[in-house]
């Protein structure tokens, strides 16, 4: 299939449409992660349908500092990829295609989730995303958008923007796409020195070991329910190796299924080591929130929630996360 590039509005409405319009929005220098998003797409929209790429550096989302001039623009290899991936068209507009009378005076506010987490390092960050999430929604007018769970905070935003203004459009999440080291998929790595990269590391390093913790302590639990009696409890406890907590089997029965302030220890560990390295990670947060809101979960939270860290090695500012499942819902997701 030839792959269309498409720069204004006009020449997108202009297409002719069968079946459903999937859109996957980016900022362009694609690599593997956004190939996931748009072979998800691709399945979604199905042979009938379409995918549209969008390929758009936002200044609105970029504060003071921050890297707007120096991010990559590759639009010719961008094409490449997603036509590769099965993209019917990357729509790629200009600066003044979006904003035409210029910075739009009117924005959509991301309200008190948005200043939370990544919202409080980066203040009106979300402002800007949502405002230009709306604006291609309305440029591509799209049935179903995509967006990575990489971006966790700014997924829940979107979902929560398309829900409370009634955008009617499905918002899709697809996991995390890793590279063979565990370092999650980020246009930003390619600002890595091979020194740097081995520290970045340790992001993925701490939600790994947050999230191994979170299932042991999730099956120690589910052992414990199997078992009527205290008695009993323990010695099932004994025979899985735990000998201190078969040796308060009723403590470890009634207390807290996965224990969040464990699962927060277990990822500290690991950044607290990283922050010795050479270059070292300097963390800006480690956080186990609720998706709903982004608020940090109590030692009594059940359900889904998300392992979340950010962190700089050398100038580069990497965040990643890991979705879990506290209590009666299960183990990690």
């Not at 910075?103 to 203040?123: D, H, K, T």
């Not at 009617?168 to 990269?197: F, H, K, Q």
Request: proline residues 5%; hydrophobic residues 45%; negative net charge.
């Amino acid at each position: 299939m030839t792959t269309a590039l498409l720069s204004t509005a006009e020449e997108l409405h202009a297409r002719v449409r069968h079946g459903r319009r999937a859109v996957v929005m980016t900022m362009g220098a694609l690599h593997e992660g956004h190939a996931t998003l748009i072979r998800t797409a691709r399945e979604i929209a199905g042979p009938g349908g379409e995918v549209v790429v969008t390929v758009f550096v936002n200044p609105l989302q970029f504060g003071a500092g921050e890297d707007l001039d120096r991010y990559p623009r590759t639009l010719e290899a961008d094409l490449k990829l997603a036509e590769q991936a099965g993209a019917d068209v990357v729509f790629a507009p200009s600066v003044d295609e979006v904003y035409p009378g210029g910075e739009p005076q009117v924005r959509i506010s991301a309200g008190p989730m948005g200043e939370r987490l990544e919202g409080a390092a980066r203040p009106g960050h979300f402002d800007g995303v949502l405002t230009v999430v709306a604006k291609l929604l309305h440029l591509s007018r799209p049935d179903v958008a995509l967006f990575g769970q990489k971006d966790a905070q700014q997924l829940a935003l979107i979902r929560r923007m398309a829900r409370d203004l009634n955008f009617g459009i499905d918002i899709v999440a697809v996991p995390t796409v890793r590279e063979d080291d565990g370092l999650a998929l980020s246009s930003r790595n390619r600002y890595l020195s091979p020194e740097e990269r081995r520290t970045a590391l340790a992001l993925s390093h701490a939600l790994f070991a947050g999230g191994d913790r979170h299932a042991a302590q999730e099956a120690l639990r589910a052992r414990a329910r199997e078992v009527p009696s205290t008695h009993a409890r323990a010695e099932a406890l004994s025979a899985i190796g735990e000998s201190r907590a078969a040796a308060d089997a009723h403590a470890v029965a009634t207390a807290v299924p996965g224990g969040p302030a464990a699962v927060r220890a277990a990822a500290r560990q690991a950044l607290d080591e990283a922050a010795r390295f050479d270059p070292p990670l300097r963390l800006d947060y480690l956080a186990l929130v609720d998706p709903s809101d982004f608020t940090e979960i109590g030692d009594d939270f059940t359900g889904e929630a998300v392992l979340a860290v950010a962190a700089r090695v050398g100038t580069t500012r990497l965040i990643d996360n890991l979705p879990l499942t506290f209590g009666s819902l299960g183990a990690a997701s």
